[in-house]
């Protein structure tokens, strides 16, 4: 995965010598461990901060909406496929972008990787194909890279992107022994009591600080719904009504538009498994429409298509 690192620097180079583009959005290393952070390189004199590597996980769509220049971006599948639904649905268009496709290996889970350590600090992390190992003061501990994972990036079949005007490297394998949705199907065996209460209780610690919603690469509302006053669809209490009303609402703003891409449970700073939301209705426009977010470009999204042949089985 590290050697992605000088295939960018040599493209972004490249592209900014010949004036091709007027930036290019990438990563460069964060001031802690596990956490490199998005960057905008505008001169050939800065490319060399650009970096790859398994803790480039924050969606770089993130940074495309309403732009008005051209730019280089750097996408992994996920980062592709949320940059399809941001054409698909007028937040840039595609002769403003030079897309630099990256094949991806999965991205590493921080919070994941801070609970192993029960409280001692990283210092460095060195990683490979296969492990991971986090060194501090007084301590050296070593993970199968596999096990530390983001959640999303272990079912994740879709790792290569889907869109691109260079790849950086070879495919890789798509995994085709993962089971998607094996958690939406427990939950859709219970009764609806269950399930009610499943949901109340996932979603009672939330602070309703909305880092879901602001890291969301598809959440890009000029005003968002529980910001607007007039009327007022949400309270800004904790009120757990406010706080279900919120959840239920974004994600039925997500359905037929989620990439699984795991922005908003990385920014859960109360580690909430919000995608247990989204992943039920990917799961249902799959199988209601045979629809997949962001693979095809020409392919319009089920809920902004009528078509006569649509299923209506579900309709009630």
């Known amino acids: 995965m590290h050697a992605y690192t000088e295939k960018i620097r040599d493209a972004a180079r490249r592209l900014l010598a010949e004036k091709k583009v007027d930036g290019v959005i990438g990563f460069r ?5 596990l956490m490199n952070e998005p960057v905008f390189v505008r ?4 490319v060399d901060q650009l970096i790859w590597d398994g803790n480039c996980g924050i969606n770089l769509a993130n940074y495309l909406t309403k732009r008005k220049d051209r730019v280089a971006v750097v996408a992994k599948g996920c980062d592709s496929r949320n940059i399809v639904v941001h ?9 403003q972008l030079h897309i630099l496709g990256v094949p991806c290996q999965g991205m590493l889970d921080r919070k994941g990787i801070l609970r192993a350590l029960n409280g001692r600090e990283p210092l460095e992390v060195e990683e490979t194909d296969s492990q991971v190992r986090v060194s501090g003061e007084g301590f050296q501990e ?3 890279r596999r096990e530390v994972l983001q959640d999303n990036c272990k079912i994740c079949i ?3 992107p889907v869109i691109y005007d260079e790849l950086l490297g070879e495919m890789v394998e798509e995994p085709t022994d993962v089971d998607r949705y094996e958690d939406v199907r427990r939950l859709e065996s219970l009764s609806v009591e269950e399930r009610w209460n499943h949901f109340e209780e996932l979603i009672a610690s939330c602070i309703r600080c909305y880092a879901c919603r602001n890291a969301c690469p598809q959440c890009y509302c000029p005003t968002c719904f ?3 006053s007039r009327p007022q669809w949400v309270g800004k ?4 009504t406010d706080t279900r009303t919120f959840h239920l609402l974004r994600a039925y703003h997500m359905a037929g538009r989620c990439t699984d891409c795991g922005a908003c449970e990385r920014a859960c700073p109360m580690n909430i498994k919000v995608r247990q939301f989204t992943k039920k209705l990917e799961k249902d426009a799959k199988e209601l429409f045979d629809y997949e977010v962001g693979i095809v470009l020409e392919e319009r999204p089920p809920l902004d298509t009528y078509r006569p042949d649509d299923p209506q089985d579900f309709i009630k």
């Open 226 to 228: 529980v910001d607007e």
């Open 142 to 144: 070593v993970f199968a």
């Open 43 to 46: 001169h050939v004199d800065h």
């Open 158 to 160: 879709h790792r290569n």
């Open 87 to 95: 054409i698909q649905e007028n937040q840039i268009t595609r002769d």
């Open 237 to 240: 209490s904790l009120d757990p």
């Open 29 to 33: 290393r964060g001031t802690l461990p």
